[in-house]
């Protein structure tokens, strides 16, 4: 018996598929809900024989709304339209701020031995590196554009042979007392000084790699301390 009554209902889900008029569909609708009820007990729920005005209709997606906070944890140089923008420090207070980043150039050992005999045509390559570095640290908000333009108050820069993978580390601080992170200004200051030190070294050798640039380690503002290694 439940067979038969489910045929016929699968019969008419079959005539419901094929009418054409309004007034078809809503009594073929109306058939098909009253069979659906009498084999399985109770209405169908949102299902092919529901009303027809908004059950076929295409559901755009809906984003959710951002709550407050969100932007704390979120990309702050991003509006609320996703447009970019530079970030308003003014309600912070000032602090300490200190910052220390890493990288590493990957010379070879051709390379690396006439950086090590300072042999290289354009000079002593760690030394005009290092001064690069620590102008690049200064101008950091003239290459990143989001970047504030921040008055530091000290920039060190340090690079060193490193026999173990023919390679020249590179170390960089930057501190400053204001109202944002100077994280941006050690990480441009490593770059730029590995940038500087490719540059000494490309007539010898194209194969040089710039690689492993990061924050090692960070002090002062809302979001306190933070180091790698912890």
Not at 16 to 34: G, P, V
Not at 53 to 58: G, H, V
Not at 101 to 130: R, T
Request: charged share 25%.
């Amino acid at each position: 018996m439940f067979l038969r009554r489910l045929a016929v209902a699968s019969s008419r889900s079959r005539r419901f598929l094929s009418c054409n008029s309004s007034h078809d569909l809503a009594r073929t609708i109306a058939e098909l809900n009253k069979e659906m009820e009498s084999v399985f007990g109770e209405p169908p729920a949102n299902g092919p024989a529901s009303s027809p005005s908004n059950d076929f209709m295409p559901q755009e997606p809906q984003l959710a709304p951002q709550e407050k906070g969100d932007s704390e944890l979120g990309l702050t140089h991003i509006g609320n339209k996703g447009e970019a923008q530079m970030v308003d420090v003014s309600p912070k207070e000032s602090s300490k701020r200190t910052a220390i980043s890493s990288g590493k150039v990957i010379l070879g050992k051709q390379v690396f031995d006439l950086v090590l005999a300072n042999q290289m045509a354009k000079g002593d390559v760690l030394s005009v590196a290092k001064l690069a570095g620590i102008s690049g640290a200064k101008h950091t908000s003239s290459l990143i554009p989001l970047c504030h333009n921040i008055p530091l108050t000290h920039v060190r820069v340090d690079l060193t042979l490193n026999p173990k993978d023919y390679s020249v580390d590179i170390e960089a601080e930057a501190s400053s007392t204001g109202k944002t992170g100077v994280e941006m200004e050690a990480m441009t200051a490593v770059s730029v000084a590995g940038l500087t030190v490719y540059d000494m070294c490309k007539a010898a050798s194209k194969s040089i790699q710039i690689t492993d640039i990061r924050l090692e380690s960070k002090t002062g503002g809302k979001s306190g301390d933070w180091s790698r290694k912890e």
